[in-house]
């Protein structure tokens, strides 16, 4: 396992949004709160389009870690129940083939929000459109979710799609959960080390000290190499 220091260039591939402008051309779309997030943490960042045929030509670089990110919807076949199709096919198709070149590589990957319910699609799981919720959730407004019974943080909701406990991909620890709505909110796989949050750590956390938590976690990850310490994992691995 490889182990980075403060100061060395860990090199990421990060995906970007499939959609159309105003005249409906398509384009990419990265927020720069990535860019500014990830270069703060000391990750340097290769920008993939969603539209370019030479993936395999810009993984021949150095790339350490696999960043697959927020925004949209993925293909409706892969919801528990039935749904229009919003899905970003040039996308799907360049995030799986990283994922792919993940497994063969052993490269860490980071999934957040759409990027997280993409890797547990892939492993089987399932997600869903989260209307009947006991406990109602609003875009931009911050929730609680458990680490563990004793730990409660507070992250932001930008999403109306999701992973109920019982469609978490068998595959993977539960990290953190909405324990109002049985909703994941993190997982991770140690022998893939691929970790997935369903909340936006680039974004604002009003709750400074949820904004520590999360960012040691995610700075760990990158600095370890894809590893996470257990004390993150939900009640020591356990779902119940």
């Not at 976690?217 to 009640?235: A, N, T």
Request: aromatic content about 14%; hydrophobic content about 30%.
């Amino acid at each position: 396992m490889k182990k980075y220091l403060i100061g060395d260039n860990m090199r990421a591939i990060i995906t970007q949004r499939q959609r159309k402008d105003d005249y409906g051309c398509s384009i990419d779309v990265l927020e720069g709160a990535y860019v500014e997030y990830f270069e703060n943490i000391g990750v340097y960042l290769t920008i993939v389009s969603n539209f370019t045929k030479h993936v395999k030509e810009m993984l021949e670089e150095k790339i350490d870690f696999i960043i697959l990110t927020g925004g949209g919807d993925i293909s409706s076949k892969y919801y528990r129940f039935g749904l229009e199709d919003f899905s970003q096919k040039k996308r799907d198709d360049i995030e799986i083939y990283l994922i792919n070149h993940s497994i063969k590589n052993n490269i860490p990957i980071l999934g957040i929000c759409r990027g997280m319910q993409l890797l547990n699609v892939y492993k089987g799981g399932s997600i869903s459109k989260l209307n009947n919720l006991n406990v109602k959730r609003y875009i931009g407004q911050e929730h609680p979710v458990y680490f563990d019974c004793n730990k409660k943080i507070y992250v932001n909701n930008y999403h109306n799609y999701g992973i109920y406990i019982d469609d978490l991909s068998t595959n993977f620890d539960l990290l953190c959960i909405d324990s109002e709505n049985d909703i994941v909110e993190g997982f991770y796989d140690e022998s893939l080390k691929w970790l997935g949050v369903q909340f936006h750590p680039e974004r604002t956390m009003k709750d400074s000290n949820s904004r520590i938590y999360i960012d040691c976690m995610i700075r760990q990850f990158f600095k370890e190499g894809g590893v996470i310490d257990e004390s993150y994992y939900f009640s020591s691995r356990s779902r119940n």
